[in-house]
């Protein structure tokens, strides 16, 4: 039995299947990871996002922003790992995905259950009113863009350095931790807290631990019973081809 027969196993004799996400998932659909020698941080200066920033700095800070979140990351498509999920969710095989991710790929896949740990950015927040806007294409014509109610600066509504994890998300994921008698990790590192302790606390509470990474992670040697080590869409679609052959 390979490992992918064995994963297939681990999900067939699941009840309680919570995917979790990170900025792997996302790279084979363009979006670079932030670390790392490739990353985002390398070209730009990761101080843009404290949200200290943004008050103080705000023409510089939402130029980088619009350049990395919306000129860029726009663009992106799902790829077959977003859309596996989708389909292991619309079969009845996955209740919910816990994603780091701020690109809304896994909406744009056709998930529905997901919970956004670090928020999203196809909405704008007023720091000062808390009125919210939706993306569009002249939300942009005016640098920083500024609230139409009070004036006030707005930022995408994901979390800056500086600023809590949003509720109910927070919340709900840790649920998900109790909960869950498996965790699929996908493309995620495991070292931003507190998102990396939510498969820790999934494995104190019996669920076992499918990795997929192309490394790797703080996962790999201390809580994973199955590490595929593959590209996100390379794992899922054998995963979901195993999983689609009939029998146990």
Known sequence: MNKYQKAVKLIKSSSHITGFTGAGISVESGIPPFRGEN?????????????NSLYNNPDTTWKHIKEIFYDFFGKAKPNEAHKILAKMEKEGLLETIITQNIDNLHQDAGSKNILEFHGNSRELICLECGERYKINNSIFDNMPPLCKNCGGILKPDF???GESIPEPARKLSFKEAELADLFIVIGTTGEIQPASLIPLIAKENGAKIIEINT???NYTDNITDIFLQEKATDAMQKLFAELSTKGD
Not at 39 to 51: E, F, R, V
Request: aromatic share 26%; glycine share 10%.
């Open 159 to 161: 979390v800056f350095f």
């Open 215 to 217: 490394d790797k992670s």
């Open 39 to 51: 990353g985002i941080w390398s070209k730009y200066d990761p101080g843009i996002l404290y949200i």
